[in-house]
């Protein structure tokens, strides 16, 4: 198969840069009382935190080895875009990971041990940096973590075979810590050839995550970072516990912050935040530096809050960007109540259960009214970038920063003319799958297609042109968002989205009780079939879901099944995730129309593709979406 697939550096995301023109930074941000100047103007923000930026811990594409990869080029790029057209100039990264015995992070890590660091991870880091140079957005980039997640103090003391808490006070563990801070600081940019002490992207060096450490530890490190680095601000990482008095007197510490959650105090973030507030007034500038997981109508609240008190920022919870292999990356929050996920720009219907388009709307006039500028108006997304196409029935692009529908345009010729076969598509309704099926092209035919992203400020260019794709047969998918194509339902079956995490992401699954069973029809012989289901039980088996066949939807034969049973071992010890078992069929009696599957314990369907019909069967069309017969069993 060969594809006429442009491929340069502008479809790839690298060079055009999408929304209103920016420069390159200069200069750095500098602390003046309790106020951050850029020159001498102020400099305010409200923008988000990025976890992904440095690290991308979301990868559940379906040949994924490990949820962990290095974000390339495209996705900086979109990453820093989305933000610049929310009005943010400020981003805080995650972490720079340490190995962790027992995690999946494998060699995606920055510390591999005491003095041993991975130079592919620098190399992300350095993509990061040229990034946020040419979007105008600068980093807060924190050293360590006090958590596990990405590995942190434990995984410091660890290397020397000692407890965490010794990593506060033992001189060896320090001096390892201290290390790696050198290392940091004085890297050369293999891309821009910058020393990141030299890097107006970066906004400051934050001593660690949600810190646990004594005064004594922070002082010193702060007098190291200021003994490397005299350009970037100090920022204390004790974030979880309000502003200490010793940080607010130490002349090494430009900047302090605070975080704030539900679980953290009582719930309510506009008092500690005005404490600490009041506690920095006249002495050093003070920023919200993670807060999220609240209704949109106090997330408001923080923002004017933060505008009238004369904070210098606040960095809601948290932003995900476009996948280079389609859609967005997907992250539910453990500490998100079940609800609040990741938020993607420029929002969808996907998120609406937490007002997802609303906040976005409301950071972005709140980002540059903190800036004291006017809203201006967003241009027309790049165009995006269509992938190359194997399946008609799994089309995927890249998408553009801003764009909120595509349309799918198809010709018989590379030059048109075209049409416009959906106007719609949402790249962020369905996770780690193709983007779009062809559900009309014609079995026989070949087809060129090109994509165009959709945005508030109008239709981007076209894509490329992928094409020509012969296409073979009919294809149904479903991806189990609801009953709409299942022909028959007996027992209990039902549409659920909680938990995803455990699900690898996906958000729309249909959960089927035991004894269960979904019936499926098509208007051709099935040619081949497979699905995805989770199993819930404690002990995960290939026969926990049965196929049957038949011809005319009454006489039901039971089918022999290729079953992949996936994750089946040990649990992931952090998110926990679900065993999957892969059903499939490359052949079928003849003349079977009608697939069955029944759940033998309870599952959940993640989604179903059913291969149909000829070239001589064309002219049935595709199978009509049928109407849903339900039959109770109890």
């Known amino acids: 198969m060969r594809f006429a697939f ?106 591999r041990g005491p003095g041993k660091f991975n130079e592919e991870a620098f190399q992300s880091l350095d993509r990061a940096l040229e990034a946020a140079n040419r979007q105008g957005v600068r980093l807060i980039i924190p050293l360590v973590d006090n958590w596990k997640w990405q590995g942190g103090i434990a995984e410091y003391a660890a290397f020397r075979g000692l407890p965490p808490e010794a990593f506060w006070t033992n001189e060896q563990l320090i001096a390892d810590f201290e290390a790696t801070i050198r290392h940091v600081l004085t890297r050369v940019n293999s891309r821009t050839g910058v020393a990141y002490r030299d890097d107006p992207a970066i906004l400051g060096w934050e001593t660690g995550n949600e810190l646990d450490a004594p005064p004594e530890w922070t002082a010193r ?90 904070t210098s920022g606040a960095l809601l919870w948290s932003l995900r960007f476009h996948n280079r292999d389609g859609g967005y990356y997907w992250h539910s929050e453990p500490c998100g109540e079940g609800l609040y996920k990741a938020y993607h720009w420029p929002g969808s219907s996907t998120g609406d259960a937490y007002n997802e388009r609303e906040v976005l709307r409301l950071t972005r006039t709140k980002a540059f009214e903190i800036r004291g500028d006017q809203i201006p108006p967003l241009e027309a997304p790049e165009a995006p970038v269509l992938l190359p196409i194997v399946d008609v029935a799994a089309i995927s ?91 028959e339902v007996d027992g209990e079956v039902v549409p659920v989205s909680a938990e995803a995490r455990r699900r690898r992401e996906d958000c729309s699954r249909l959960k089927l009780a035991p004894g269960s069973r979904v019936t499926y029809r098509v208007d051709a012989p099935i040619n081949s079939w497979q699905a995805e289901f989770f199993l819930l039980g404690a002990d995960a ?86 109407a849903v017969k339900k039959h109770d069993s109890r």
């Open 397 to 487: 692009w890249r998408g553009g920063a801003g764009a909120a529908t595509y349309a799918v345009e198809r010709a018989t010729n590379a030059a048109g003319p075209w049409t416009r076969i959906s106007a719609g598509v949402d790249d962020a309704a369905v996770q780690y799958r193709p983007l779009f099926s062809d559900a009309s092209a014609l079995p026989g035919q070949s087809y060129f297609y090109r994509v165009i992203a959709k945005g508030s400020g109008g239709e981007s260019q076209p894509s490329n042109v992928v094409g020509p794709v012969a296409v073979k047969q009919y294809t149904l998918v479903d991806e189990a968002r609801d009953l709409a194509l299942i022909a």
């Open 221 to 310: 490190i702060a007098k190291f970072i200021k003994s490397l680095d005299r350009h970037h601000l100090v920022i204390d990482g004790y974030a979880l516990h309000g502003v200490r008095e010793e940080s607010l007197a130490d002349p090494n510490i430009d900047v302090v912050t605070t975080h704030h959650y539900p679980n953290v105090g009582n719930g309510d973030y506009i008092p500690p935040i005005r404490a600490a507030r009041a506690k920095a007034r006249g002495r050093k500038p003070y920023f919200v530096g993670e807060f999220g997981f609240i209704p949109t109508d106090q997330i408001a609240a923080v923002y004017d809050e933060v505008i009238a008190n004369g």
């Open 541 to 626: 088996t290939a026969t926990q879901v049965a196929a049957e066949w038949s011809v005319d939807g009454v006489d039901f034969k039971p089918l022999e099944a290729a079953a992949e049973l996936r994750g089946a071992g040990p649990t992931d010890a952090d998110y926990g995730y679900l065993p999957r078992l892969e059903l499939s069929a490359a052949q079928l009696p003849a003349g079977a129309r009608f697939l069955r599957l029944a759940a033998e314990t309870e599952v959940e369907l993640a989604w179903l593709e059913i291969r149909y019909g000829t070239r001589a069967e064309s002219a049935i069309g595709p199978a009509q979406t049928p």
């Open 6 to 111: 442009v491929a340069s550096a502008t479809f790839l995301g690298i060079s055009l840069l999408a929304g209103a023109a920016c420069a390159e930074l200069s200069g750095f941000i500098k602390a003046r009382g309790d106020q951050l100047f850029d020159g001498d103007k102020p400099f305010q923000f409200i923008s988000f935190n990025i976890p992904n930026l440095q690290l991308i811990e979301d990868n559940f594409a379906p040949d994924a080895e490990t949820a962990w990869r290095w974000p390339n080029e495209f996705e900086l790029n979109d990453a820093l875009a989305s933000v610049r057209q929310l009005g943010g100039t400020v981003v805080r990264t995650y972490v720079l990971s340490a190995r962790r015995e027992g995690s999946d992070m494998g060699d995606h890590v920055y510390v």
